[in-house]
Protein backbone atom coordinates (compact mmCIF):
# COMPACT_ATOMS: atom_id res chain seq x y z
CA UNK A 1 0.00 0.00 0.00
CA UNK A 2 1.13 3.49 -0.48
CA UNK A 3 1.36 5.54 2.47
CA UNK A 4 1.95 9.11 3.65
CA UNK A 5 3.81 10.04 6.85
CA UNK A 6 2.83 13.80 7.29
CA UNK A 7 4.89 14.81 10.34
CA UNK A 8 8.54 13.14 10.61
CA UNK A 9 9.41 13.28 14.15
CA UNK A 10 9.55 10.18 16.56
CA UNK A 11 6.04 9.26 15.92
CA UNK A 12 6.22 9.88 12.62
CA UNK A 13 9.62 7.89 11.23
CA UNK A 14 8.77 5.15 13.54
CA UNK A 15 5.20 4.56 11.97
CA UNK A 16 7.15 5.34 8.34
CA UNK A 17 9.89 3.00 8.55
CA UNK A 18 7.57 0.42 10.65
CA UNK A 19 5.07 0.69 7.57
CA UNK A 20 7.64 0.17 5.26
CA UNK A 21 9.80 -2.77 6.82
CA UNK A 22 6.52 -4.73 5.90
CA UNK A 23 6.18 -3.80 2.31
CA UNK A 24 4.57 -0.48 1.98
CA UNK A 25 5.76 2.75 -0.50
CA UNK A 26 6.01 4.91 1.94
CA UNK A 27 6.55 8.78 1.63
CA UNK A 28 7.77 11.47 4.18
CA UNK A 29 6.69 15.02 4.92
CA UNK A 30 7.73 17.58 7.57
CA UNK A 31 8.25 21.22 7.35
CA UNK A 32 11.98 20.47 9.14
CA UNK A 33 13.99 20.49 6.69
CA UNK A 34 16.53 19.30 8.84
CA UNK A 35 14.52 16.39 9.50
CA UNK A 36 13.52 15.70 6.32
CA UNK A 37 17.54 15.47 5.02
CA UNK A 38 18.23 12.93 7.60
CA UNK A 39 15.58 10.64 6.04
CA UNK A 40 16.85 10.99 2.22
CA UNK A 41 20.09 10.65 3.79
CA UNK A 42 18.78 7.17 5.28
CA UNK A 43 17.40 6.51 1.29
CA UNK A 44 13.96 7.25 2.33
CA UNK A 45 11.32 8.88 -0.02
CA UNK A 46 10.94 12.48 0.84
CA UNK A 47 7.84 14.53 -0.89
CA UNK A 48 8.45 18.59 -1.21
CA UNK A 49 4.55 19.11 -0.57
CA UNK A 50 1.38 17.95 1.65
CA UNK A 51 -0.02 17.62 -2.07
CA UNK A 52 2.21 15.62 -3.37
CA UNK A 53 2.56 13.52 -0.56
CA UNK A 54 -1.25 12.62 -0.62
CA UNK A 55 -1.52 12.49 -4.09
CA UNK A 56 1.08 9.63 -4.41
CA UNK A 57 -0.19 7.74 -1.81
CA UNK A 58 -3.05 5.89 -0.56
CA UNK A 59 -3.31 6.51 3.32
CA UNK A 60 -2.00 9.72 4.80
CA UNK A 61 -0.82 9.46 8.82
CA UNK A 62 -0.86 12.79 10.63
CA UNK A 63 1.83 12.80 12.72
CA UNK A 64 2.30 16.01 14.16
CA UNK A 65 2.98 17.74 17.77
CA UNK A 66 -0.01 18.82 19.82
CA UNK A 67 1.90 20.28 22.66
CA UNK A 68 0.13 21.75 25.86
CA UNK A 69 -0.23 25.37 27.23
CA UNK A 70 -1.73 27.39 29.34
CA UNK A 71 -5.21 27.55 27.21
CA UNK A 72 -5.39 23.45 26.67
CA UNK A 73 -4.05 21.28 23.63
CA UNK A 74 -3.16 23.75 20.82
CA UNK A 75 -4.24 22.15 17.79
CA UNK A 76 -2.91 24.37 15.83
CA UNK A 77 -0.41 21.79 13.65
CA UNK A 78 -2.54 19.40 13.43
CA UNK A 79 -5.66 21.58 11.80
CA UNK A 80 -3.27 23.01 9.54
CA UNK A 81 -1.89 19.37 8.43
CA UNK A 82 -5.56 18.68 8.41
CA UNK A 83 -6.58 21.73 5.61
CA UNK A 84 -3.26 20.99 3.66
CA UNK A 85 -4.23 16.52 3.35
CA UNK A 86 -8.12 18.39 2.42
CA UNK A 87 -6.87 20.94 0.15
CA UNK A 88 -4.84 17.79 -1.66
CA UNK A 89 -7.48 15.17 -1.61
CA UNK A 90 -9.00 13.83 -5.13
CA UNK A 91 -12.13 13.03 -6.09
CA UNK A 92 -13.05 9.60 -6.40
CA UNK A 93 -9.94 8.71 -5.27
CA UNK A 94 -10.52 7.22 -2.05
CA UNK A 95 -8.25 8.39 0.50
CA UNK A 96 -8.05 7.13 4.38
CA UNK A 97 -6.71 10.22 6.63
CA UNK A 98 -5.52 8.28 10.13
CA UNK A 99 -4.49 11.10 12.87
CA UNK A 100 -1.83 9.78 15.05
CA UNK A 101 -1.35 13.00 17.33
CA UNK A 102 -2.44 12.88 20.61
CA UNK A 103 -5.58 14.81 20.95
CA UNK A 104 -8.57 15.13 23.53
CA UNK A 105 -11.91 12.53 23.00
CA UNK A 106 -14.26 13.87 19.71
CA UNK A 107 -11.14 15.94 18.02
CA UNK A 108 -11.78 13.49 15.42
CA UNK A 109 -14.99 14.22 14.93
CA UNK A 110 -15.67 17.55 15.76
CA UNK A 111 -12.64 19.19 14.41
CA UNK A 112 -10.49 17.04 11.96
CA UNK A 113 -13.83 15.78 10.20
CA UNK A 114 -15.09 18.95 9.66
CA UNK A 115 -12.25 20.64 8.39
CA UNK A 116 -11.69 17.90 5.94
CA UNK A 117 -14.82 18.21 4.28
CA UNK A 118 -15.07 22.07 4.23
CA UNK A 119 -11.67 22.02 2.59
CA UNK A 120 -11.90 19.06 0.00
CA UNK A 121 -15.40 19.30 -0.76
CA UNK A 122 -15.72 15.74 -0.33
CA UNK A 123 -17.32 13.13 1.44
CA UNK A 124 -16.61 11.17 4.56
CA UNK A 125 -16.78 7.49 3.91
CA UNK A 126 -17.48 7.74 0.35
CA UNK A 127 -13.76 10.19 -1.60
CA UNK A 128 -12.49 9.89 1.67
CA UNK A 129 -12.03 7.97 5.42
CA UNK A 130 -10.95 8.71 8.63
CA UNK A 131 -9.56 7.11 11.84
CA UNK A 132 -8.00 8.02 14.94
CA UNK A 133 -4.68 5.81 15.55
CA UNK A 134 -2.84 6.08 18.74
CA UNK A 135 0.62 5.64 19.14
CA UNK A 136 2.11 3.71 22.24
CA UNK A 137 5.51 4.63 21.46
CA UNK A 138 8.25 5.54 23.88
CA UNK A 139 10.56 8.15 22.77
CA UNK A 140 14.15 5.99 23.07
CA UNK A 141 12.52 2.68 21.26
CA UNK A 142 10.04 4.13 19.14
CA UNK A 143 10.82 1.90 16.08
CA UNK A 144 10.93 -1.47 17.93
CA UNK A 145 7.74 -0.18 19.81
CA UNK A 146 6.15 -0.30 16.61
CA UNK A 147 7.67 -3.14 14.89
CA UNK A 148 6.56 -5.19 17.89
CA UNK A 149 2.98 -3.56 19.42
CA UNK A 150 1.18 -5.34 22.29
CA UNK A 151 -2.36 -3.95 20.42
CA UNK A 152 -3.33 -1.51 17.55
CA UNK A 153 -6.01 0.47 18.28
CA UNK A 154 -8.06 1.71 15.27
CA UNK A 155 -10.74 4.69 15.84
CA UNK A 156 -12.97 4.43 12.77
CA UNK A 157 -15.24 7.54 11.58
CA UNK A 158 -16.38 4.79 8.54
CA UNK A 159 -16.16 1.25 8.61
CA UNK A 160 -13.72 0.96 5.01
CA UNK A 161 -10.98 2.85 6.36
CA UNK A 162 -11.03 0.80 9.44
CA UNK A 163 -10.54 -2.03 6.91
CA UNK A 164 -7.43 0.15 5.02
CA UNK A 165 -5.78 0.07 8.41
CA UNK A 166 -6.39 -3.55 9.51
CA UNK A 167 -4.75 -4.09 6.31
CA UNK A 168 -2.01 -2.48 7.21
CA UNK A 169 -1.57 -3.56 10.92
CA UNK A 170 -2.25 -7.12 10.32
CA UNK A 171 1.17 -8.08 9.51
CA UNK A 172 2.32 -7.36 12.73
CA UNK A 173 0.49 -10.24 14.34
CA UNK A 174 -0.93 -7.63 17.43
CA UNK A 175 -4.37 -7.92 18.58
CA UNK A 176 -6.48 -5.05 16.00
CA UNK A 177 -8.99 -3.25 18.46
CA UNK A 178 -11.68 -1.38 16.26
CA UNK A 179 -13.82 0.93 17.90
CA UNK A 180 -15.16 4.71 17.46
CA UNK A 181 -12.69 7.73 17.29
CA UNK A 182 -13.28 9.58 20.68
CA UNK A 183 -13.40 5.88 22.43
CA UNK A 184 -9.69 5.40 20.69
CA UNK A 185 -8.65 9.27 21.81
CA UNK A 186 -10.13 8.17 25.59
CA UNK A 187 -7.38 4.97 25.51
CA UNK A 188 -4.25 6.54 24.76
CA UNK A 189 -5.14 9.47 27.70
CA UNK A 190 -5.81 7.18 29.90
CA UNK A 191 -3.03 5.00 29.09
CA UNK A 192 -0.64 7.82 29.32
CA UNK A 193 -2.19 9.07 32.90
CA UNK A 194 -1.95 5.68 34.52
CA UNK A 195 1.33 5.29 33.74
CA UNK A 196 2.24 9.03 34.83
CA UNK A 197 0.29 7.80 38.36
CA UNK A 198 2.40 4.63 38.28
CA UNK A 199 5.65 6.81 38.04
CA UNK A 200 4.43 9.36 40.57
CA UNK A 201 3.04 5.99 43.08
CA UNK A 202 6.81 4.48 43.15
CA UNK A 203 8.18 7.90 43.74
CA UNK A 204 6.19 8.37 46.93
CA UNK A 205 7.39 5.27 47.84
CA UNK A 206 11.07 6.02 47.04
CA UNK A 207 11.12 8.85 49.37
CA UNK A 208 9.16 7.17 52.09
CA UNK A 209 12.38 4.29 51.58
CA UNK A 210 15.17 6.74 51.88
CA UNK A 211 13.59 7.91 55.17
CA UNK A 212 13.32 4.71 56.68
CA UNK A 213 16.56 3.92 55.42
CA UNK A 214 15.79 0.95 53.31
CA UNK A 215 16.12 0.18 49.33
CA UNK A 216 13.49 1.42 47.15
CA UNK A 217 14.59 -0.35 43.96
CA UNK A 218 14.90 -3.57 45.75
CA UNK A 219 11.27 -2.98 47.48
CA UNK A 220 10.04 -1.76 43.96
CA UNK A 221 11.33 -4.76 41.96
CA UNK A 222 10.05 -7.47 44.39
CA UNK A 223 6.58 -5.86 44.16
CA UNK A 224 7.12 -5.63 40.87
CA UNK A 225 7.18 -9.33 40.44
CA UNK A 226 3.63 -9.18 40.57
CA UNK A 227 2.36 -9.44 36.86
CA UNK A 228 -0.35 -6.96 37.38
CA UNK A 229 2.18 -4.35 38.28
CA UNK A 230 5.70 -5.13 35.73
CA UNK A 231 8.64 -2.96 36.04
CA UNK A 232 7.76 0.26 33.80
CA UNK A 233 8.10 3.29 36.16
CA UNK A 234 8.89 1.05 39.45
CA UNK A 235 12.04 3.13 39.85
CA UNK A 236 11.80 6.22 42.39
CA UNK A 237 13.72 8.99 42.70
CA UNK A 238 13.54 11.18 39.49
CA UNK A 239 9.81 12.93 37.98
CA UNK A 240 8.51 11.60 34.90
CA UNK A 241 9.20 13.63 32.25
CA UNK A 242 9.61 13.44 27.43
CA UNK A 243 7.24 15.07 25.52
CA UNK A 244 4.09 13.08 26.29
CA UNK A 245 3.24 12.06 29.88
CA UNK A 246 3.56 15.65 31.13
CA UNK A 247 1.59 17.36 28.48
CA UNK A 248 -0.57 14.82 28.12
CA UNK A 249 -1.57 14.42 32.04
CA UNK A 250 -2.28 17.89 31.89
CA UNK A 251 -4.25 18.05 28.89
CA UNK A 252 -6.35 15.11 30.68
CA UNK A 253 -6.52 16.83 33.82
CA UNK A 254 -8.16 19.78 31.92
CA UNK A 255 -10.83 17.80 30.16
CA UNK A 256 -11.44 16.68 33.67
CA UNK A 257 -12.11 20.24 34.83
CA UNK A 258 -14.23 21.66 31.52
CA UNK A 259 -16.18 18.78 32.15
CA UNK A 260 -16.71 19.65 35.62
CA UNK A 261 -15.69 16.65 37.14
CA UNK A 262 -13.16 16.80 39.84
CA UNK A 263 -9.56 14.61 38.83
CA UNK A 264 -8.33 14.38 42.89
CA UNK A 265 -6.09 11.44 42.18
CA UNK A 266 -4.66 12.88 38.33
CA UNK A 267 -4.27 16.14 40.33
CA UNK A 268 -1.94 14.38 43.12
CA UNK A 269 0.05 12.30 40.64
CA UNK A 270 1.02 16.28 39.03
CA UNK A 271 1.89 17.08 42.49
CA UNK A 272 3.58 14.53 43.51
CA UNK A 273 5.85 15.03 39.82
CA UNK A 274 6.62 19.12 40.39
CA UNK A 275 8.32 17.77 43.67
CA UNK A 276 10.03 15.27 42.46
CA UNK A 277 11.14 18.02 39.77
CA UNK A 278 12.24 20.69 42.31
CA UNK A 279 14.19 17.70 44.24
CA UNK A 280 15.82 16.71 41.03
CA UNK A 281 16.98 20.88 39.96
CA UNK A 282 18.22 20.95 44.14
CA UNK A 283 19.73 17.89 43.45
CA UNK A 284 21.92 18.97 40.38
CA UNK A 285 22.27 22.41 41.80
CA UNK A 286 24.28 20.92 45.05
CA UNK A 287 26.05 18.89 42.61
CA UNK A 288 27.35 21.79 40.17
CA UNK A 289 27.87 23.83 43.25
CA UNK A 290 30.01 21.12 44.87
CA UNK A 291 31.92 20.14 41.75
CA UNK A 292 32.50 24.15 41.24
CA UNK A 293 33.89 23.88 45.27
CA UNK A 294 36.61 21.26 44.42
Known sequence: MRV?????GVVGRATGIGLQVHGNEVVFYDVDQEKCDYLREKGFSIAKSIDEAVSHSDASFICVQTPYNDGGVDLTYLMNAVVDVARALREGCYHVVAVRSTVPPYTTRKVVVPLLYEHSGLKVGVDFGVCFNPEFLR?????????????????????????????????????????????????????????????????????????????PDFVAETAALDPRIGTYGIYGGKPFSGRCL????????????????EPTLLSAVLAVNEKMEKMSEASKRENHEERFLR
Open 4 to 8: AIIGS
Open 139 to 215: ETSALQDFLHPSRVVIGEVDRRAGDVLEELYRPFGAPIIRTSPEVAEMIKYVTNAFLATKISFFNEVYLLCVELGLD
Open 246 to 261: PKDLKAFIRFFKERNV
